[in-house]
Protein backbone atom coordinates (compact mmCIF):
# COMPACT_ATOMS: atom_id res chain seq x y z
CA UNK A 1 0.00 0.00 0.00
CA UNK A 2 1.56 3.06 -1.08
CA UNK A 3 1.78 6.80 0.97
CA UNK A 4 0.63 8.25 -2.28
CA UNK A 5 -2.26 7.25 -4.02
CA UNK A 6 -2.89 7.13 -7.40
CA UNK A 7 -5.00 5.56 -9.98
CA UNK A 8 -4.25 2.56 -11.61
CA UNK A 9 -4.91 4.08 -15.17
CA UNK A 10 -6.26 6.62 -17.13
CA UNK A 11 -6.84 6.79 -20.99
CA UNK A 12 -7.46 9.48 -23.92
CA UNK A 13 -7.88 9.61 -26.78
CA UNK A 14 -5.12 11.21 -29.21
CA UNK A 15 -4.66 15.42 -28.82
CA UNK A 16 -6.76 15.03 -25.57
CA UNK A 17 -5.54 16.35 -22.37
CA UNK A 18 -5.25 13.99 -19.74
CA UNK A 19 -4.83 14.68 -15.72
CA UNK A 20 -3.40 12.27 -13.30
CA UNK A 21 -3.83 12.80 -9.50
CA UNK A 22 -1.89 11.84 -6.34
CA UNK A 23 -3.00 12.33 -3.25
CA UNK A 24 -1.14 12.00 -0.18
CA UNK A 25 -1.24 13.82 3.42
CA UNK A 26 0.20 16.68 5.52
CA UNK A 27 3.70 15.05 6.03
CA UNK A 28 4.37 14.28 2.57
CA UNK A 29 2.59 16.37 -0.33
CA UNK A 30 1.26 18.91 2.68
CA UNK A 31 5.10 20.09 3.56
CA UNK A 32 7.26 18.85 1.02
CA UNK A 33 7.59 19.54 -3.04
CA UNK A 34 6.12 16.90 -5.43
CA UNK A 35 8.03 15.85 -8.67
CA UNK A 36 6.91 12.97 -11.41
CA UNK A 37 8.41 10.40 -13.49
CA UNK A 38 7.76 8.69 -16.50
CA UNK A 39 8.52 5.15 -17.35
CA UNK A 40 8.37 3.70 -20.81
CA UNK A 41 7.70 0.33 -21.13
CA UNK A 42 11.14 -1.55 -20.43
CA UNK A 43 13.09 1.56 -19.48
CA UNK A 44 14.49 3.68 -16.57
CA UNK A 45 11.55 6.49 -15.34
CA UNK A 46 12.82 10.06 -16.39
CA UNK A 47 12.19 13.41 -14.42
CA UNK A 48 9.39 14.94 -16.01
CA UNK A 49 8.08 17.38 -13.17
CA UNK A 50 10.08 19.08 -9.87
CA UNK A 51 9.13 20.98 -7.07
CA UNK A 52 5.36 20.69 -8.38
CA UNK A 53 5.53 22.51 -11.29
CA UNK A 54 9.01 22.48 -12.45
CA UNK A 55 10.16 20.94 -15.85
CA UNK A 56 13.47 19.78 -16.50
CA UNK A 57 15.19 21.00 -19.10
CA UNK A 58 14.57 19.75 -22.86
CA UNK A 59 11.04 18.45 -21.30
CA UNK A 60 8.01 19.56 -23.47
CA UNK A 61 5.67 21.86 -21.80
CA UNK A 62 3.23 19.59 -22.62
CA UNK A 63 3.53 18.13 -19.64
CA UNK A 64 2.80 20.48 -16.10
CA UNK A 65 2.35 19.91 -12.66
CA UNK A 66 0.37 21.59 -9.83
CA UNK A 67 -0.28 21.21 -5.94
CA UNK A 68 -2.97 22.26 -3.78
CA UNK A 69 -2.81 21.34 -0.13
CA UNK A 70 -2.03 17.80 0.38
CA UNK A 71 -2.81 16.51 -3.49
CA UNK A 72 -0.90 16.63 -6.94
CA UNK A 73 -1.74 16.71 -10.32
CA UNK A 74 0.15 15.91 -13.58
CA UNK A 75 -1.68 16.88 -16.85
CA UNK A 76 -0.37 16.11 -20.16
CA UNK A 77 -1.92 18.00 -23.06
CA UNK A 78 -1.69 17.27 -27.03
CA UNK A 79 -1.09 13.30 -26.36
CA UNK A 80 0.50 11.30 -28.55
CA UNK A 81 0.91 7.91 -29.01
CA UNK A 82 4.69 8.06 -27.44
CA UNK A 83 3.27 9.17 -23.98
CA UNK A 84 2.14 6.09 -23.29
CA UNK A 85 3.53 4.83 -20.07
CA UNK A 86 3.39 4.61 -16.50
CA UNK A 87 3.67 7.96 -14.31
CA UNK A 88 4.56 8.00 -10.50
CA UNK A 89 4.77 10.94 -8.64
CA UNK A 90 7.13 11.30 -5.61
CA UNK A 91 7.83 13.29 -2.50
CA UNK A 92 9.20 13.21 1.18
CA UNK A 93 7.46 11.87 3.71
CA UNK A 94 8.74 14.72 6.91
CA UNK A 95 7.19 12.13 9.32
CA UNK A 96 9.03 8.89 7.73
CA UNK A 97 12.13 11.04 7.18
CA UNK A 98 11.83 8.99 3.70
CA UNK A 99 11.15 9.23 -0.29
CA UNK A 100 7.68 8.28 -1.05
CA UNK A 101 6.12 7.19 -4.64
CA UNK A 102 2.83 6.90 -5.70
CA UNK A 103 1.47 3.51 -6.78
CA UNK A 104 1.89 4.58 -10.49
CA UNK A 105 -0.59 5.28 -13.20
CA UNK A 106 -0.68 3.69 -16.69
CA UNK A 107 -1.36 6.12 -19.41
CA UNK A 108 -2.90 4.28 -22.31
CA UNK A 109 -3.63 6.36 -25.82
CA UNK A 110 -6.51 5.35 -27.59
CA UNK B 1 27.23 14.38 -19.79
CA UNK B 2 27.00 12.23 -16.50
CA UNK B 3 26.51 8.66 -16.65
CA UNK B 4 25.65 6.13 -14.30
CA UNK B 5 25.80 1.98 -14.21
CA UNK B 6 24.83 -0.50 -12.18
CA UNK B 7 26.71 -3.94 -11.27
CA UNK B 8 26.53 -6.65 -9.20
CA UNK B 9 25.45 -10.30 -9.08
CA UNK B 10 22.16 -11.15 -10.83
CA UNK B 11 21.42 -14.12 -8.88
CA UNK B 12 21.89 -13.77 -5.10
CA UNK B 13 20.34 -17.04 -2.62
CA UNK B 14 17.95 -16.20 0.06
CA UNK B 15 19.46 -15.29 3.39
CA UNK B 16 22.79 -13.75 1.70
CA UNK B 17 23.41 -9.90 1.10
CA UNK B 18 22.49 -8.45 -1.78
CA UNK B 19 25.36 -6.37 -3.22
CA UNK B 20 25.47 -3.20 -5.76
CA UNK B 21 27.37 -0.80 -7.23
CA UNK B 22 27.06 2.07 -8.99
CA UNK B 23 29.90 3.87 -11.17
CA UNK B 24 29.58 7.03 -12.14
CA UNK B 25 30.77 8.63 -15.06
CA UNK B 26 31.27 12.45 -16.51
CA UNK B 27 31.72 14.36 -13.52
CA UNK B 28 33.08 14.03 -9.87
CA UNK B 29 30.79 12.58 -7.16
CA UNK B 30 31.37 14.88 -5.09
CA UNK B 31 30.10 17.43 -6.79
CA UNK B 32 27.48 19.10 -4.31
CA UNK B 33 24.84 16.31 -5.39
CA UNK B 34 23.29 12.99 -3.55
CA UNK B 35 22.96 9.39 -4.72
CA UNK B 36 20.23 7.12 -4.79
CA UNK B 37 18.37 3.75 -4.73
CA UNK B 38 14.96 2.36 -6.05
CA UNK B 39 13.91 -0.15 -7.07
CA UNK B 40 10.84 -2.24 -8.66
CA UNK B 41 9.67 -5.68 -8.70
CA UNK B 42 8.38 -7.21 -11.62
CA UNK B 43 4.57 -5.47 -12.62
CA UNK B 44 4.91 -3.50 -9.59
CA UNK B 45 5.48 0.24 -8.84
CA UNK B 46 8.79 2.01 -7.64
CA UNK B 47 9.92 1.36 -3.94
CA UNK B 48 12.39 4.39 -2.99
CA UNK B 49 15.27 2.30 -1.04
CA UNK B 50 17.41 5.25 0.64
CA UNK B 51 20.14 8.31 -0.72
CA UNK B 52 23.60 8.86 0.45
CA UNK B 53 25.35 11.93 0.52
CA UNK B 54 28.90 12.34 -0.16
CA UNK B 55 29.40 12.83 3.54
CA UNK B 56 28.29 9.41 4.18
CA UNK B 57 25.05 10.72 5.73
CA UNK B 58 21.97 8.49 5.13
CA UNK B 59 18.44 8.26 4.91
CA UNK B 60 16.60 5.08 4.78
CA UNK B 61 13.38 3.25 3.93
CA UNK B 62 11.71 2.85 7.06
CA UNK B 63 10.79 -0.72 5.35
CA UNK B 64 14.24 -1.50 4.88
CA UNK B 65 16.11 -0.11 7.40
CA UNK B 66 17.08 -2.70 9.24
CA UNK B 67 18.55 -4.76 6.11
CA UNK B 68 20.51 -1.82 4.07
CA UNK B 69 23.51 0.23 4.02
CA UNK B 70 24.30 2.59 1.58
CA UNK B 71 27.82 3.94 1.14
CA UNK B 72 30.57 5.88 -1.15
CA UNK B 73 33.57 5.70 -2.02
CA UNK B 74 34.54 9.00 -3.60
CA UNK B 75 38.13 8.20 -4.94
CA UNK B 76 36.61 5.74 -6.73
CA UNK B 77 33.45 7.60 -8.24
CA UNK B 78 31.05 4.84 -7.09
CA UNK B 79 28.46 4.66 -4.50
CA UNK B 80 26.97 1.29 -3.37
CA UNK B 81 23.84 -0.81 -1.69
CA UNK B 82 23.95 -3.83 0.37
CA UNK B 83 21.30 -5.54 1.93
CA UNK B 84 21.11 -7.86 4.15
CA UNK B 85 19.00 -11.73 4.97
CA UNK B 86 17.29 -11.46 1.36
CA UNK B 87 14.03 -13.51 0.61
CA UNK B 88 12.44 -13.46 -2.58
CA UNK B 89 10.54 -10.46 -1.68
CA UNK B 90 13.46 -8.43 -2.91
CA UNK B 91 13.65 -10.22 -6.38
CA UNK B 92 13.40 -6.81 -8.39
CA UNK B 93 15.09 -4.50 -10.97
CA UNK B 94 17.35 -2.18 -9.19
CA UNK B 95 18.19 1.24 -9.88
CA UNK B 96 20.79 4.02 -9.05
CA UNK B 97 20.24 7.55 -9.68
CA UNK B 98 21.48 11.19 -9.00
CA UNK B 99 19.77 13.48 -6.86
CA UNK B 100 19.04 16.96 -8.16
CA UNK B 101 21.21 20.12 -6.06
CA UNK B 102 17.95 21.54 -5.88
CA UNK B 103 14.92 19.23 -4.71
CA UNK B 104 14.83 16.45 -2.39
CA UNK B 105 13.00 13.87 -4.67
CA UNK B 106 14.29 15.31 -8.07
CA UNK B 107 16.22 12.09 -9.41
CA UNK B 108 17.29 13.66 -13.18
CA UNK B 109 19.70 11.28 -14.08
CA UNK B 110 19.43 7.10 -13.88
CA UNK B 111 21.10 4.01 -14.73
CA UNK B 112 20.05 1.48 -16.75
CA UNK B 113 18.91 -0.79 -14.12
CA UNK B 114 20.24 -4.36 -13.11
CA UNK B 115 18.23 -6.95 -12.30
CA UNK B 116 18.64 -9.30 -9.39
CA UNK B 117 16.92 -12.90 -8.51
CA UNK B 118 16.85 -14.20 -5.43
CA UNK B 119 16.54 -17.75 -5.51
CA UNK B 120 17.99 -20.88 -4.02
Known amino acids: QSVLTQPPSVSAAPGQRVSISCSGSSPNIGSNYVAWYQQLPGTAPKLLIY???QRPSGIPDRFSGSKSGTSATLSITGLQTGDEADYYC???????????FGGGTKLTVL | QVQLQESGPGLVKPSQTLSLTCRVSGDSIDSGYSWTWIRQAAGRGLEWIGRVYTSGSTNYNPSLKSRVTLSVDTSKNQFFLRLNSVTVADSAVYYC?????????????WGQGTKVTVSS
Open chain 1, 90 to 100: ATWDSSLSAGV
Open chain 2, 97 to 109: ARVSAVTLMGFDI
Open chain 1, 51 to 53: DNS
